[in-house]
């Protein structure tokens, strides 16, 4: 049996009380409660230890089969989250990490979700970003994406590049 969930029922003085309602309002909720309990969190985790890159100057994916996962959600609030190493070719550079939510980019036009400039060339810098996000019940496709203000990008490999969704229910 799907347990369902019933708004408990306000009780008057001195009213009598039925072997149904008791079964609707304590033994239903308790055993919806304890599904809710016992069901996995809808969830994605992608890891990769491949060392990505890109000179890419406009969001594009960093993997679109690796490092990307899809959701169906209920309508609980979804964290989001991103971590790993990285390197730029140059001083000074602009780096930039953004989350696809079925297409459209979450982040800042420029700067996606999280911005971060080399202070060294191809020194490898940890990077770490989670957020959490309320989206409606449905279908999520979630990638993550990634690019630089000039030369080359590096994600990965000395801290494997990780890319999460936790429906949070």
């Not at 089969?65 to 979804?78: D, E, N, Y």
């Not at 590096?154 to 801290?159: F, H, K, N, T």
């Amino acid at each position: 049996m799907t347990a369902i969930w019933t708004l408990p029922r306000t009780w008057a003085t001195g009213e009598i009380v039925t072997a149904a309602q008791l079964n609707t309002h304590l033994r239903d909720n308790f055993e919806y409660l304890k599904q809710r309990d016992e069901t996995p969190l809808n969830h994605f985790t992608c890891s990769s230890g491949t060392a990505y890159t890109t000179t890419s100057t406009s969001f594009t994916d960093v993997d679109a089969a690796g490092l990307s996962g899809t959701l169906i959600t209920t309508g609980g609030p979804l964290l989001i989250g991103i971590a790993g190493s990285w390197k730029s070719s140059g001083t000074g550079i602009d780096v930039c990490l953004d989350v696809s939510i079925n297409g459209a980019r979450m982040g800042h036009a420029t700067y996606g979700v999280t911005f971060m400039q080399s202070i060294a060339a191809n020194a490898y810098l940890p990077v770490a970003w989670s957020q959490v996000r309320a989206l409606a019940a449905g279908t999520y496709a979630l990638k993550l994406q990634w690019r630089t203000s000039s030369g080359t990008l590096s994600l990965g490999p000395y801290s494997a590049a990780q890319f999460y969704a936790v429906e949070l229910v």
